[in-house]
T-cell receptor
């Protein structure tokens, strides 16, 4: 079973900020939170990751709660091309190479 | 060319055929992965190679046979597949357990 919980689907108006939540209440101290997205029939694309501090890059911002049990991915100005399935994953930086993918959140950007 | 390249992009094969999927990464990464994505299902990790050595094999049937001749190339040899093996097969690479870079995938149909 996936170690994260995400809403099945979300809508967002074009030009507005899209806020995608993720619950990872059983996260361990050595696990990072990663976000990927998958546009239909393509390979997933890395977006951002973090351990405990908030992170920002050219694609998005990642807000991690102080207890690290949940996080939010923020796409500041959503465009139609941001329509995709967004996956939140926890991954240890030591140990095996396993990654458990859940069903993700289907984000639909509406004009 | 940069990134992760997969060939072929589409493949149709009969149950008695033998075919191979190819993956090449130009990122200098030391880990390579095969994932399977069936319709409406999460990504399933099949195999992981680290420095050409197989580190993960998630109980994949023997009709799927991976090969990693060097850190840049990964193959998935297919023989006597079943219709339920029809799926999107994704290759990925990473530097250690850092972010994954995916190819565009091979859409496989088994008739």
């Amino acid at each position: 079973d996936a170690k994260t919980t995400q809403p099945t689907s979300m809508d967002c108006a074009e030009g507005r900020a899209a806020n995608l939540p993720c619950n990872h209440s059983t996260i361990s101290g050595n696990e990072y939170v990663y976000w990927y997205r998958q546009i239909h029939s393509q390979g997933p694309q890395y977006i951002i990751h973090g351990l405990k501090n908030n992170e920002t890059n050219e694609m998005a911002s990642l807000i991690i709660t102080e207890d690290r049990k949940s996080s939010t991915l923020i796409l500041p100005h959503a465009t139609l091309r941001d329509t995709a399935v967004y996956y939140c994953i926890v991954r240890p930086y030591v140990g095996n190479y396993q990654l458990i993918w859940g069903a993700g959140t289907k984000l639909i950007i509406k004009p | 060319e940069t990134g992760v390249t997969q060939t072929p992009r589409h493949l149709v094969m009969g149950m008695t055929n033998k075919k191979s999927l190819k993956c090449e990464q130009h990122l200098g990464h030391n880990a390579m992965y095969w994932y399977k994505q069936s319709a409406k299902k999460p990504l399933e990790l099949m195999f992981v190679y680290n420095f050409k050595e197989q580190t993960e094999n998630n109980s994949v049937p023997s009709r799927f046979s991976p090969e990693c001749p060097n850190s840049s190339h990964l193959f998935l040899h297919l023989h006597t597949l079943q219709p339920e093996d029809s799926a999107l097969y994704l290759c990925a690479s990473s530097q250690e357990r850092e972010k994954l870079f995916f190819g565009s995938g091979t859409q496989l149909s088994v008739l």
